[in-house]
T-cell receptor
Framework: AQKVTQAQTEISVVEKEDVTLDCVYE???????LFWYKQPPSGELVFLIR??????QNEISGRYSWNFQKSTSSFNFTITASQVVDSAVYFC??????????????FGSGTRLSIRP | NAGVTQTPKFQVLKTGQSMTLQCAQD?????MSWYRQDPGMGLRLIHY???????DQGEVPNGYNVSRSTTEDFPLRLLSAAPSQTSVYFC???????????FGPGTRLTVL
């Protein structure tokens, strides 16, 4: 089965707190890609990061960091010192290599993050 | 360079009506896809195309048709709209040489 699970439906924290969004995926493919997207209240989908299955290095971009662990099939996303502008729905997603598979992304159900001032 | 455009932005239909959601891209991307987003369910793939003249079904294709006569355009057709098709529809494109998908701004469809 190919699946992405975001068990946290909603998270609410106070501004400046750190918050981690969990993502667990399932696939038998050895080559795959993991993504995080942000969907602010305006509705568009904003690409945040892509990771391929052969690159387990963690990544940091400003206040955002991602922890990819193949051993636990997880790709967690941490926001440090959260801000009100971080309030959005965040989606974790999984894609595959291959001619026909490459068009398809499997999305998790999303985590709604609310940052309170 | 407009990227991925979708029209219309909003649409209200009555049950049984037909319509076409338009998606166009100017990035010369080979891959194009249609997703629907329902509350609490993330995005689900409806149909996709790996190039002009080639289309295939995704996870939830029933009630929708697509065609890809040019690289730039990938319209989604609802032949007989049903209330269950009330959703937000996103078109996405991707280059063969990359793995990032670019999403359009979405079309919010309501079927009464």
């Amino acid at each position: 089965a190919q699946k992405v699970t975001q068990a946290q439906t909603e998270i609410s924290v106070v501004e400046k707190e750190d918050v981690t969004l969990d993502c667990v995926y399932e696939t038998r493919d050895t080559t795959y890609y993991l993504f995080w997207y942000k969907q602010p209240p305006s509705g568009e989908l904003v690409f945040l990061i892509r990771r391929n299955s052969f690159d387990e290095q963690n990544e940091i971009s400003g206040r955002y960091s991602w922890n990819f662990q193949k051993s636990t099939s997880s790709f967690n996303f941490t926001i440090t010192a959260s801000q009100v502008v971080d309030s959005a729905v965040y989606f974790c997603a999984l894609s595959f290599a291959g001619y026909s598979s490459a068009s398809k992304i499997i999305f998790g159900s999303g985590t709604r993050l609310s940052i309170r001032p | 360079n407009a990227g991925v455009t979708q029209t219309p932005k909003f649409q209200v239909l009555k049950t049984g009506q037909s319509m076409t959601l338009q998606c166009a891209q100017d990035m010369n991307h080979e891959y194009m896809s249609w997703y629907r987003q329902d509350p609490g369910m993330g995005l689900r793939l409806i149909h996709y195309s790996v190039g002009a003249g080639i289309t295939d079904q995704g996870e939830v294709p029933n009630g929708y048709n697509v065609s890809r006569s040019t690289t730039e355009d990938f319209p989604l057709r609802l032949l007989s709209a049903a209330p269950s098709q009330t959703s937000v529809y996103f078109c996405a494109t991707r280059s063969m040489g990359d793995n990032e998908q670019f999403f359009g701004p979405g079309t919010r469809l309501t079927v009464l």
